[in-house]
């Protein structure tokens, strides 16, 4: 069963039967707006990355993204590069795995964001959501849609972070600029 | 679910009564030994054979045949009783196989009660032996385990019980094989007589049980004193309880054996070295948050004054050392899951990844194709030096070996003088060279030397009398300058051929083998133009199938200035001594690289070397 997320709302990952999730993955799927008009079928490939910063307090300590694609500690594996989006409608274009047990104990947030490296606005892409997923299942615990039309280039989607002896999930869905993670930084700051 | 085991795997067993099955091709001797905690057989008393077939918790069978079962009761077994050896010996004398090697696999499995198979292992890869070590059954901490050994032996039953530490050796085989050679019949009484004997002496042999050994497990008194001194199975079985599977050799993808255990190896060496930089980092934290709260507590005025300061300085050092803390646990929870996944890996290791003492290198055969990768040494980080993540090399070498002679660097090597070292630089040459040789199918590798001084004649001597080089060592300017010229030409043809697209217009001559061209005492006997030569074969050498290795200080070469550089960057540098220069490609830990080592005294690098040679396609004719 799926949780529809709403900004700024936090879900357990407890798993419901007792014990706490092993992997999860965190996908992200996207399609380029329908272009009418004269040569309407022109590909417009729309390049969206997402990433994962890793932090201690409020420290980064490793970034996960398409030309690092897995932490030092080998917890986070980006699934690699999808430069265009929409392949499959409703599956993940770009995924990063989360093994929650080989996250290093200093670590307490994992923030998820998304760029758009190409340039384009969140105005020209549609359907654009991030899910996570238990890994071990295939089971989506929880969807957060973008909410499309936004004149800006990136977003801070989520954060997972630990809550007690376990994780929570945090929906973010905050706008921001910028190409990649770099730029974001100070956006994510306030988060955190 | 029965587990096919591959040699050195292990499996958990029951606590139950087992019947160990033999199927063989061939009527063969099964008999067992019992050895302590040490895996040493005390003596006679301890081996369970047809002249004395029933122990404590054992019975074995009386004739050679080619099918077997018997008992194994370990709950019965005494508590000195460490480790149980199933043994299959040819009978010899007869008019059968005097060798493994030509009878069909034997196969041997664990059952339980009801005859299920628990565990099997075929016993493949066997030559010359005529005896074999086909399984142990092993206690540890408290439970019992299945190994699959396969070790087997060429000097037959009487070296295999020297190597269990039994006085005696060869007359105990003497005996053992003539009861199994005594028809059934008269033999039914004797052996009950030789066991009670063999037991009478005191010599901590037990009690003989006379009870019918499938029948022990509901009485467990014959012999009361071990029951309750044995560990409760609670205690003992931690490996069901763990959450993760045991570790398995092979647990890995790939189209064989010999892939699996390579992607395996590279997968320990990645979790490794990830596991550490998640340890590394997180004490880095730890370090610079305790800095940054200390100097807090510095700047702050009020702490000066009151006794605020300390108790902050110490809720510092304690979060710290909190989170150092868990961080180490961690760690060593991953320490201990790989090296128990070592454990199991190592001793199933093929020969091109085993160490040198690693019991397959005594069943060595030439292979039929090149495997896909060797073993050039051990690697290990600081957190826990024991754990060794083998250095395994793709086949063929992309980059040339330097063994490096020098002691300017490393700080072991410091502590040597000039001549040792070069000496053990020479000994780890010539280990690399004999593994890379064996490992390549008969005649399908040629070993070049270039000793221009003649100082390396001592080292390179297992290399020139067991006759596995392809020609002489050369000697002098002449000789370096000959085979230079020759492996030049060599590379020049091939990739005048690979350029044209016409492989099939090389001369019919020409020997297809890939060659390996040792250069010890470089720049010693080298001119300019040997000196521009050799660096050609290092470029261009590896994609036409020439290799080099260098055994080389490069202080020697100190001359020739920048101009040797990129030779130097361009080989794969190894030490003959611990030293930590190696960089995985993750995460970029430094990583002491630990050079290959032969067991002292061990003749088994000869042994292989011979082998090598006798296998060559010109010698078996």
Not at chain 2, 79 to 94: D, I, N
Not at chain 2, 422 to 427: C, I, K
Not at chain 2, 574 to 591: E, K, N, R, S
Request: proline share 8%; glycine share 10%.
């Amino acid at each position: 069963m799926t949780v529809n997320m709403t900004k700024g709302q936090a879900i357990s990952l407890e798993k419901q039967g007792g014990g706490s999730l092993d992997q999860v993955r965190m996908g992200l799927g996207w399609q380029a707006a329908p272009r009418r008009g004269l040569f309407g079928s022109r590909t417009r490939e729309i390049d969206l990355d997402a990433s994962a910063v890793l932090f201690a307090g409020k420290q980064p300590v490793d970034v996960v993204f398409f030309r690092h694609l897995v932490s030092d500690d080998g917890s986070v594996r980006h699934t690699g590069d999808n430069l265009v989006g929409g392949v499959g409608q409703g599956g993940d274009d770009e995924a990063i795995l989360v093994d929650l047990q080989r996250v290093p104990v200093h670590i307490d947030q994992i923030v998820f964001t998304v760029n758009s490296f190409t340039g384009q606005t969140f105005q020209e892409v549609q359907n654009a959501f991030c899910r996570l997923v238990d890994e071990t299942n295939g089971q989506e615990l929880a969807r957060y849609t973008l909410d499309g039309g936004g004149q800006y280039t990136a977003q801070i989607m989520a954060k997972v972070h630990r809550a007690g002896t376990g994780w929570q999930m945090t929906a973010l869905g905050n706008p921001a600029n910028g190409r990649t993670f770099q730029d974001l930084m100070p956006a994510i700051l306030p988060h955190l | 679910m029965t587990a096919e085991l591959v040699r050195g795997q292990n499996h958990p067993l029951p606590d139950t009564p087992l019947e160990i099955r033999v199927s063989a091709g061939h009527p063969v001797v099964a008999l067992a030994t019992l050895g302590d905690a040490d895996g040493r057989v005390t003596g006679a008393e301890r081996v369970a054979h047809p002249g004395a077939p029933a122990l404590p918790g054992i019975d074995v069978p009386r004739p050679a045949t080619a099918e077997h079962r018997f008992a194994v009761d370990p709950a019965a077994l005494p508590e000195t009783v460490h480790r149980v050896s199933v043994l299959l010996v040819l009978p010899p004398g007869t008019s059968g196989p005097d060798r493994f090697g030509a009878v069909a696999a034997p196969f041997v499995s664990v059952c339980d009660q009801e005859g299920r198979a628990l565990a099997e292992h075929t016993l493949t890869g066997l030559d010359r032996e005529t005896a074999v070590v086909a399984l142990e059954l092993y206690r540890r901490q408290g439970a019992w385990k299945v190994r699959a050994v396969g070790q087997g032996y060429e000097g037959g039953l009487a070296a295999l019980l020297a190597d269990q530490g039994v006085a005696r050796p060869a007359e105990l085989a003497d005996t053992v094989l003539e009861a199994a050679a005594r028809p059934p019949a008269s033999a039914a009484g004797a052996p009950r007589d030789a066991a009670r004997s063999v037991s009478q002496d005191g010599t901590g042999g037990g009690t003989i049980s006379y009870t019918h050994p499938r029948r022990r497990p509901s009485a467990p008194a014959p012999d009361p004193a071990p029951a309750p001194t044995v560990p409760a199975p609670a205690s003992g079985e931690a490996d069901p309880a763990s959450p993760y599977p045991a570790p398995v050799a092979g647990d890995a993808a790939g189209w064989s054996m010999d892939e699996r255990l390579y992607n395996q190896v590279w997968g320990m060496f990645e979790d490794l070295a990830r596991t550490a930089a998640a340890y590394r980092s997180a004490r880095d934290f730890a370090e610079s948050r305790l800095d940054q709260e200390l100097d807090q507590v510095l700047a702050d005025p009020r702490a000066r004054i009151s006794g605020a300061g300390d108790a902050a300085r110490a809720a510092a050092k304690a979060r710290h050392d909190d989170l150092v803390e868990r961080a180490r646990e961690v760690l060593d929870r991953d320490l201990d899951r790989l090296a128990a996944e070592a454990e199991v890996v190592e001793p199933a290791l093929p020969v091109a990844y085993a160490r040198w003492d690693n019991p397959a290198w005594h069943a060595y055969g030439a292979p039929d194709e090149p495997p896909m990768a060797v073993r050039l040494g051990d690697l290990h980080l600081p957190e826990r030096p024991e754990l060794r993540i083998p250095l395994l090399v793709r086949l063929p070498l992309e980059r040339g070996i330097w063994v490096d002679s020098g002691r300017d660097r490393s700080g072991a090597a410091g502590a040597l003088d000039t001549a040792e070292l070069r000496r053990l630089a020479l000994d780890t040459a010539v280990a690399h060279t004999a593994r890379l040789l064996a490992v390549h199918p008969p005649g399908r590798f040629a070993v070049h030397v270039l000793d221009p001084a003649g100082s390396g004649t001592a080292a390179f001597a297992p290399l020139v009398e067991t006759g596995v080089l392809a020609a002489p060592v050369a000697r002098g300017a002449a000789g370096v300058t000959t085979v230079l010229e020759q492996l030049t030409e060599r590379v020049d043809l091939l990739q005048m051929a690979l350029r044209a697209g016409a492989p099939d217009a090389l001369p019919p001559g020409l020997d297809t083998a890939r060659q390996l061209l040792i250069v010890h005492d470089f720049p010693h006997g080298f001119d300019d133009r040997a000196v521009t030569r050799l660096r050609y074969l290092a470029d261009e050498g590896p994609s036409a199938g020439v290799h080099l290795l260098l055994v080389a200080d490069r202080e020697d070469a100190a001359a020739y200035g920048p101009v040797l550089d990129p030779l130097w960057r361009s080989l794969l540098r190894l030490t003959p001594v611990p030293d930590d220069h190696l960089a995985d490609p993750w995460v970029g830990h430094a990583w002491t690289y630990e050079p290959p080592v032969l067991p002292p005294g061990s003749a088994v690098l000869r042994q292989v070397l011979a082998q090598v040679a006798g296998a060559r396609p010109q010698n078996r004719r």
